[in-house]
């Protein structure tokens, strides 16, 4: 029993004290009174429990003295018996008193309990969840374990068979390539926890070191052709790969195939990329639109009708409106209409008219006469990409006339079918504009195209300024002439044109090699009186290169 020696020492004498009294004095005072004198069964002070335990106290008296007693966790009385069982349910710290007290004298201890956690096994979570892990020389990487349940335990990390770390976290550097073993471990008394991780270290990495099988940047094709670039890796490093075409990935090999899909400049990109550096390598490449040349076979006139669709008119329906007429002028002189604004005829050469520099390149010769043309907008088209069909660009004409105030471009016009052939044919413009195409005493057929099943139709294309058309003499209207060289149609004896006249749908000047396709359609829209609506007419389109047999 641990009690102060003095409280001891009390206890002895007042004992010594109380048998020499007793001695004194007569039998009647044997029954007197006593102090407590007590033994605890834990004599420290200090004690130490795992939370879940129990921990039994108990207060042994030592004479015959009568007394009450009293324990207390902290300020509160738990017992009134010689014993008392502490049953902690939170760690921590925790003051445990016993007092036992009667008229004669008190005796008290106090005891400090430190309740500690209960030991628990290692519960650990790795950083690195794949027990394979692959590397580079020249790099880091650090592992970690974290604790999940705040258990006590030691740890090491070892490399193989030797132990490179007692912390929580272990850095690994390789200096050469291979595969490595680390593997960690967590122990205490309630359990131990394991992770071996396999590390596979490849060689240091490199920057890109290529080697381009084009080396030239500027590359020179034709519609037709294809072209096959490659990157040829030279130091063995590991990377990534694109090709752009444009903004556009195509290929994210080392190869790539570029097939055109129409002629015209393309803006191909190389890149090669990794951690250590990039590579990159820009080709302009320029396809040249495929030329079908002349040959002795070869025809200064079309030689095939694409597509006839007129607008309404006095002759549609009928020579020269229909589409035997469109046809005669394949391959030699015919003539055909358009009908009122809007009607075209689409026709392709046999060979590639070649846009010849400072000349005249093809010729269209319409029905023109003194005081009275009928222009039409013509527009022309390469076989971009080469595959043989009007399926690319049209690029329009430009003439004088596109500048003058009414000329519009991206116009548009839809014609009504009338309900009886004898009415005239009604039309309304994209401007809210409407009208009719007049039915004449000279012609009497229905003027709607009869092959169109449609109620109406609609069409579209650049309309030229009316300025050269008088009505002022209803019985002598006239239309003059615009400048020559730009319209079909438009001055007696026909007109050369120039395919370096030709704009995009922006009204920029285009650069075309040469045409193998041209399209005239009719751009004015008005009435000639008794020579009915003015109406574009073709006789030939031919090509200056060839001489007319």
Request: proline share 4%; hydrophobic share 35%; aromatic share 12%.
């Amino acid at each position: 029993m641990k009690t102060n020696n003095l409280i001891k020492t009390s206890l002895y004498l007042t004992a010594f004290c109380s048998i020499l009294w007793l001695a004194s004095c007569s039998d009647d005072d044997d029954d007197e009174a006593l102090p407590p004198e007590i033994e605890m069964s834990i004599t420290e002070d200090n004690v130490q429990l795992t939370a879940g335990n129990t921990l039994e106290f108990s207060a042994n008296g030592l004479n015959e003295a009568v007394y009450d007693e009293e324990w207390k966790l902290g300020d509160g009385v738990v017992s009134t018996t010689s014993t008392y069982s502490f049953e902690p349910s939170a760690e921590g710290e925790y003051k445990i008193s016993y007092r036992a007290y009667n008229e004669q004298g008190t005796f008290e201890f106090v005891y400090t309990v430190t309740v500690v956690p209960i030991p628990l096994a290692p519960e650990v979570e790795m950083s690195i969840a794949d027990e394979n892990v692959g590397m580079t020389v020249g790099d880091s990487q650090e592992f970690s374990a974290t604790n999940q349940n705040g258990a006590i335990y030691e740890e090491e990390w070892t490399l193989g068979d030797n132990v490179v770390s007692t912390t929580s976290a272990y850095t690994f550097e390789p200096s050469a390539e291979g595969e490595y073993q680390l593997s960690y471990r967590a122990f205490n008394e309630q359990g131990t926890f394991e992770f071996t991780y396999t590390i596979n270290v490849d060689p240091m990495a490199l920057a890109p070191e290529v080697e381009m099988s084009i080396t030239d940047e500027n590359v020179l094709m034709t519609m037709g052709d294809s072209q096959e670039f490659s990157a040829i890796n030279q130091n063995g490093a590991i990377y990534e790969e694109e090709w752009k075409l444009g903004d556009n990935v195509v290929s994210t090999e080392s190869v790539y195939e570029f097939v055109p899909p129409t002629s015209g400049d393309y803006q191909l990109s190389y890149r090669a990329y990794n951690d250590q550096g990039e590579f990159e390598f820009q080709y302009t490449i320029t396809v040249a639109a495929r030329i079908r040349p002349i040959t002795p076979e070869s025809n200064a006139y079309v030689s095939e009708l694409l597509e006839y669709l007129p607008a309404p008119g006095q002759f549609i329906n009928k020579v020269p409106g229909n589409l035997e007429s469109a046809e005669s002028i394949v391959g030699k002189s015919g003539l055909v209409t358009l009908g009122a604004w809007g009607g075209y005829a689409t026709y392709a050469f046999d060979h590639t008219v070649i846009n010849q520099e400072d000349a005249k390149d093809f010729a269209v010769i319409g029905n023109a006469f003194q005081n009275w043309a009928e222009p039409g907008i013509i527009y022309v088209m390469q076989d971009e990409n080469a595959n043989g069909l009007a399926d690319d660009t049209w690029y329009e004409i430009k003439g004088t006339a596109h500048d003058l105030e009414g000329s519009i471009r991206n116009y548009s016009v839809t014609y009504f079918k009338p309900e009886n052939d004898a009415d005239d044919v009604a039309w309304e413009d994209s401007e809210g504009n409407t009208g009719s195409v007049l039915k004449n005493q000279f012609h009497t057929q229905p003027y709607y195209p009869e092959w169109i099943d449609e109620d109406s139709y609609t069409l579209t294309g650049t309309i030229l300024s009316d300025i050269n058309v008088d009505t002022s003499v209803p019985t002598f209207v006239t239309s003059m002439a615009f400048d020559p060289g730009y319209y079909c149609d438009n001055t007696a004896g026909g007109d050369e044109i120039d395919i370096s006249d030709a704009i995009d749908a922006e009204g920029n000047p285009v650069e075309l090699t040469g045409i193998d396709f041209v399209r005239i359609q009719t751009g004015l829209q008005a009435n000639g009186g008794w020579l009915g609506e003015i109406s574009t007419e073709i006789i030939s389109i031919t090509d200056l290169a060839i001489p007319i047999q």
